[in-house]
């Protein structure tokens, strides 16, 4: 077939007949809801690239390259939007953990009720479609792009999503996890095998930077801080939308929650979270020789990573482009069983169960099941549906953080009820869909303080409220909202909060065994309270020496990481 030759197919072929058959493997060890969604057996090399592997997509990869084709080195923030948060996972791992939960919908049903959980349930699905859908749509664009069409997009999201569904459905986390240390690897292949020859292609670091002067002389296309662009307070909106939303995407539960001990979950959430940090400058460093290498002549952005490799990969090594197509969908398959599983357990342990319980774990695990494939065909229609990566970006950013006010005032505070979080997510999703009409910004474009502030922009030719002023918009109106209805409704049982924070102050033993989602083992004496507050409703804890030293060697290597890439550039 044109654009891959006989060794690209045989690499490829191995990689995916390999990983799927291996995913297949893992089955014979799941044999309940626990194995398939939580198997809490992993270690912490392990969990390092299970962390990775389920956050890096090659979405990602597109967004970012297309993003700094466009923009310059600022687009890099597409993804480094999460570096400032990630210091923080060193923290929110151990509390998930502690949480001794299968689906994040369980803690909500803890702390609030079944019926938050269940809305919980409704959000996280959605958000699982839109993820899958992007991931295959970037996915797809690239292969299309590496082949020269030979593959079309359309039929390679039928491909990755019947392979990654076998084995996922099968063997479930456990295989996920498995999976991604393979997968891993090639990841971090295919973010850094095509950076070396497309800078050679350019005249290095020294030839990108003169072509910029002449093919943009207007545009600081080496900035971090692109002004009325990506600016300082669209970077650091971002940045504070993703640390709230973290903790709230369904998948992570299993991210943080896999490990033997909550000290592998830590490692592997921010350490793999990491690792991408770094694949992102590769990204964006590829985004912009490309750039310099097409003369800024590609209509469409989103290709710019699958038409480098096609050009350049070939004349390098025979089996290298498809070395890096298997890498690409690697970064798709490794991400996209987890969300698929992770989807499965909330249809089957806060849906379905509920509604019929004492059924054997071997129906559950069917239902689990059927439920997974459903998700994944239904965003496959959505992949089809979306016109662009980067507008599904934006989306997902968005969609991620409605239900964090609800979480986030949970845990922070004893006085939240069940309906200051009905309220809060029901508000967060109606100011987050008000601020995205055109016909809202139009509506008030012509007051000074918006005119001074920016806070209408124009896109796709229509007025809109930019991107950081409305996530400022539908967080305000969030938390605002859950503290007002919570001071003046109803409040959740005392015997309840008291076994919800009695989890989360409560180290988790490597022996412990788990009979009930969010409860403490049988025996198990809860630690004392030990908050900055005690004589409060405030839950907020004062931090363990380990707690702080990992948080603080968190942001030792996000300092390290952005004075590397500034230094990289002004070399």
Same mark, same amino acid.
């Given at each position: 077939?044109?654009?891959?030759?006989?060794?690209?197919?045989?690499?490829?072929?191995?990689?995916?007949?390999?990983?799927?058959?291996?995913?297949?493997?893992?089955?014979?060890?799941?044999?309940?809801?626990?194995?398939? +969604?939580?198997?809490?057996?992993?270690?912490?090399?392990?969990?390092?690239?299970?962390?990775?592997?389920?956050?890096?997509?090659?979405?990602?990869?597109?967004?970012?390259?297309?993003?700094?084709?466009?923009?310059?080195?600022?687009?890099?923030?597409?993804?480094?939007?999460?570096?400032?948060?990630?210091?923080?996972?060193? @923290?929110?791992?151990?509390?998930?953990?502690?949480?001794?939960?299968?689906?994040?919908?369980? +803690?909500?049903?803890?702390?609030?009720?079944?019926?938050?959980?269940?809305?919980?349930?409704?959000?996280?699905?959605?958000?699982?479609?839109?993820?899958?859908? /992007?991931?295959?749509?970037?996915?797809?664009?690239?292969?299309?792009?590496?082949?020269?069409?030979?593959?079309?997009?359309?039929?390679?999201?039928?491909?990755?999503?019947?392979?990654?569904?076998?084995?996922?459905?099968?063997?479930?986390?456990?295989?996920?996890?498995?999976?991604?240390?393979?997968?891993?690897?090639?990841?971090?292949?295919?973010?850094?095998?095509?950076?070396?020859?497309?800078? /050679?292609?350019?005249?290095?670091?020294?030839?990108?930077?003169?072509?910029?002067?002449?093919?943009?002389?207007?545009? &600081?296309?080496?900035?971090?801080?692109?002004?009325? &662009?990506?600016?300082?307070?669209?970077?650091?909106?971002?940045?504070?939308?993703?640390?709230?939303?973290?903790?709230?995407?369904?998948?992570?539960?299993?991210?943080?929650?896999?490990?033997?001990?909550?000290?592998?979950?830590?490692?592997?959430?921010?350490?793999?979270?990491?690792?991408?940090?770094?694949?992102?400058?590769?990204?964006?460093?590829?985004?912009?020789?490309?750039?310099?290498?097409?003369?800024?002549?590609?209509?469409?952005?989103?290709?710019?990573?699958?038409?480098?490799?096609?050009?350049?990969? =070939?004349?390098?090594?025979?089996?290298? @482009?498809?070395?890096?197509?298997?890498?690409?969908? #690697?970064?798709?398959?490794?991400?996209?069983?987890?969300?698929?599983?992770? #989807?499965?357990?909330?249809?089957?342990?806060?849906?379905?169960?509920?509604?019929?319980?004492?059924?054997?774990?071997?129906?559950?695990?069917?239902?689990?099941?059927?439920?997974?494939?459903?998700? +994944?065909?239904?965003?496959?229609?959505?992949?089809?549906?979306?016109?662009?990566?980067?507008?599904?970006?934006?989306?997902?950013?968005?969609? /991620?953080?409605?239900?964090?006010?609800?979480?986030?005032?949970?845990?922070?505070?004893?006085?939240?009820?069940?309906?200051?979080?009905? +309220?809060?997510?029901?508000?967060?999703?109606?100011?987050?869909? @008000?601020?995205?009409?055109?016909?809202?910004?139009?509506?008030?474009?012509?007051?000074?303080?918006? /005119?001074?502030?920016?806070?209408?922009?124009?896109?796709?030719?229509?007025?809109?409220?930019?991107? =950081?002023?409305?996530?400022?918009?539908?967080?305000?109106?969030?938390?605002?909202?859950?503290?007002?209805?919570?001071?003046?409704?109803?409040?959740?049982?005392?015997?309840?909060?008291?076994?919800?924070?009695?989890?989360?102050?409560?180290?988790?033993?490597?022996?412990?065994?788990?009979?009930?989602?969010?409860?403490?083992?049988?025996?198990?004496?809860?630690?004392?309270?030990?908050?900055?507050?005690?004589?409060?409703?405030?839950?907020?804890?004062?931090?363990?020496?380990?707690?702080?030293?990992?948080?603080?060697?968190?942001?030792?290597?996000?300092?390290?990481?952005?004075?590397?890439?500034?230094?990289?550039?002004?070399?």
């Amino acid at each position: 077939m044109a654009g891959l030759s006989t060794a690209d197919w045989i690499v490829l072929g191995a990689y995916l007949i390999g990983v799927t058959l291996l995913g297949i493997w893992t089955s014979r060890q799941v044999k309940g809801m626990a194995d398939f +969604v939580m198997p809490r057996k992993f270690g912490k090399i392990m969990m390092l690239m299970h962390g990775f592997g389920t956050s890096t997509h090659s979405d990602q990869a597109v967004s970012v390259s297309s993003k700094s084709y466009t923009s310059g080195l600022s687009g890099i923030w597409y993804q480094w939007m999460w570096l400032f948060a990630t210091p923080f996972f060193w @923290l929110i791992a151990p509390m998930m953990r502690r949480f001794r939960a299968l689906t994040t919908a369980d +803690v909500f049903a803890a702390r609030y009720s079944q019926s938050v959980a269940i809305l919980f349930c409704v959000f996280g699905l959605a958000k699982f479609v839109v993820t899958i859908g /992007n991931m295959l749509k970037g996915s797809g664009e690239v292969i299309e792009a590496s082949t020269g069409g030979a593959i079309s997009s359309e039929t390679l999201i039928v491909v990755m999503s019947v392979l990654f569904v076998t084995y996922g459905l099968a063997g479930g986390l456990r295989a996920a996890i498995i999976t991604d240390f393979i997968q891993g690897i090639l990841t971090i292949l295919f973010s850094f095998l095509l950076l070396p020859v497309v800078l /050679n292609a350019v005249g290095g670091l020294s030839g990108m930077k003169a072509s910029f002067e002449v093919l943009a002389p207007d545009k &600081d296309m080496l900035s971090l801080v692109t002004p009325g &662009d990506i600016g300082v307070f669209y970077i650091g909106m971002i940045a504070f939308n993703a640390l709230l939303s973290v903790a709230v995407q369904p998948h992570n539960m299993g991210t943080c929650g896999a490990g033997r001990t909550e000290i592998d979950g830590a490692i592997g959430f921010m350490g793999g979270t990491f690792l991408k940090r770094i694949c992102t400058v590769a990204w964006c460093l590829t985004g912009l020789a490309a750039f310099a290498h097409y003369k800024g002549g590609i209509e469409n952005p989103d290709q710019v990573y699958g038409l480098m490799a096609s050009e350049f990969l =070939p004349q390098l090594l025979p089996g290298l @482009l498809g070395l890096f197509l298997a890498g690409l969908l #690697a970064t798709v398959m490794g991400s996209c069983d987890s969300f698929m599983i992770a #989807a499965s357990g909330l249809v089957t342990e806060n849906f379905y169960r509920p509604i019929f319980p004492d059924r054997s774990e071997r129906h559950y695990l069917w239902i689990a099941r059927a439920s997974g494939l459903i998700v +994944v065909v239904v965003a496959i229609g959505y992949a089809y549906w979306l016109s662009g990566v980067i507008e599904g970006l934006e989306i997902l950013w968005k969609l /991620n953080a409605v239900m964090a006010p609800a979480f986030w005032l949970g845990i922070f505070w004893r006085g939240a009820t069940t309906a200051g979080a009905w +309220v809060a997510t029901l508000c967060t999703a109606f100011v987050w869909w @008000l601020t995205g009409l055109s016909s809202t910004a139009t509506a008030i474009v012509g007051l000074p303080i918006v /005119n001074s502030l920016g806070i209408v922009v124009e896109k796709n030719d229509a007025l809109m409220i930019s991107v =950081p002023w409305q996530m400022l918009a539908y967080l305000t109106a969030g938390f605002a909202s859950g503290i007002l209805v919570s001071l003046w409704t109803r409040k959740n049982d005392p015997e309840q909060l008291e076994r919800f924070y009695e989890l989360m102050r409560t180290p988790v033993q490597e022996d412990e065994v788990i009979e009930t989602p969010c409860r403490l083992p049988q025996g198990t004496i809860p630690a004392p309270r030990r908050v900055f507050f005690p004589e409060t409703t405030l839950e907020i804890p004062i931090p363990t020496w380990r707690a702080m030293s990992g948080f603080l060697v968190g942001w030792f290597l996000v300092f390290a990481i952005i004075g590397g890439v500034w230094l990289l550039i002004a070399s």
